[in-house]
């Protein structure tokens, strides 16, 4: 009997790119469903109740909630494909705790480099820059944060390359230059299918955040 | 073969509490090192250079970081008594609770603590707000786990026992008997489970540690 896999996700939402790109990875087919999250539907009322909130995966009728839970329960689900976390406790250990300096760090300082100005700002770009240097620090010499192969570490990561054209438009500065190795690992992830067809166009984003700041009556 | 496990902790971190749970849930063998806080020591700093904080595992001289990414240790490295269920969808309903417990019933709780007035009205009311969740959740069930504690339980242990350190300290009430009948019983429950019973700190040293630390932040503001 075919698996019945349904994605609720929005297009511009790095979260729910971090599913995308693990589903692509594994090779598994599924119903992607564009969420207004404006207007929220009854699907996504009742499969995630608590939150309310995109991505969740509807796997056989069951919801999972939560980016990073969702990606483990891929990976434990589709385990005979591409294997996301290393097999090794100490090593899985090392991406658990790298995916969630990324969860807890990367996106509030993200954000409020678009939805801020002035010192907020400014504070915001100082620790978002200070945040990617630990990565790249992390990331050393090795091709992806996993090691030899791309994993966890890197889905929880990748998925925010596509916002960092809005954060340097909008900081003024160029990741590129503060930190090099870490724009290398964006290309050579850009190389892989699943995360070239999961992100959006950073240009689209761009136009996105400018809409929202319209919406939004931020100046 | 020895195994060479150590615990940093302090001895009132709830975090480190979770860590202490598991590893004598699982019978293992441990040496415990107390860090002081304001006084950090060089191999903390060296085994946690990126948070800097406790509670850190060393396994066979190899250092693991942040309670949680600790358990899934735990259970990954030591395969007997389970703390997670076997079925993939269970698993992801335990570590969705579990983050529930960090992303919303946590910081509510410590808020309450630690803001005053109308933040702290609306921290109280987030809190109870969480408390309404985790009660649903409870139906039906003795422990998040089930019938045996697991990984849920031990992540939302803290609550068994700071709950009612923090109702003295600041004269609020959080989990009221009637109107949360199975968390209720369920901290009971809880802390009355040999291994957990054995490692609560001191009540009264707990009393006068968040007092002090509740008067802390009054005199900045």
Known sequence: MADEVVLLDLWSSMFGMRVRVALAEKGVEYEYKEQDLRNKGPLLLEMNPIHKKIPVLIHNGKPICESLIIVQYIDEVWHHKAPLLPSDPYQRAQARFWADYVDKKVYPPGRKIWATKGDEQEEAKKEFIEILKVLEGELGEKPYFGGESFGFVDISFVTFSCWFHVYETFGNFSIEKECPKLMAWVKRCQERESVSKSLPDEKKLLEFVYYLMKIFGIE | ?221
């Open chain 2, 1 to 221: 073969m020895g195994e060479e496990v150590k615990v940093f902790r302090t001895w009132s971190s709830p975090f480190a509490l979770r860590v202490v749970w598991a590893l004598d849930l699982k019978g293992i063998k441990y040496e415990t090192i107390y860090e002081d806080l304001s006084n950090k020591s060089p191999l903390l700093l060296q085994y946690n250079p990126i948070h800097k904080k406790v509670p850190v595992l060393l396994h066979n001289s190899k250092p693991i970081a942040e309670s949680l990414v600790i358990l899934e240790y735990i259970e990954d490295t030591w395969k007997h008594r389970p703390l997670l269920p076997q079925d993939p969808h269970q698993r992801a309903n335990a570590r969705f609770w579990i983050k529930f417990g960090e992303d919303k019933v946590f910081p509510a709780v410590r808020d309450s603590l630690l803001k005053q007035g109308k933040e702290q009205e609306e921290a109280h009311e987030a809190a109870l707000e969480s408390f309404k969740l985790l009660e649903e959740e409870l139906k039906g069930k003795k422990l998040f786990g089930g019938e045996e504690i697991g990984m849920v339980d031990i992540a939302l242990g803290w609550l068994a026992n700071l709950v009612s350190v923090l109702e003295e300290v600041l004269v609020l009430k959080f989990i009221d008997e009637h109107k949360f009948p199975l968390l209720s019983a369920w901290m009971r429950l809880f802390a009355d489970i040999p291994v957990i019973k054995q490692s609560w700190p001191p009540r009264d040293k707990l009393v006068t540690k968040y007092i002090a630390i509740r008067e802390a932040r009054l005199a900045t503001n």
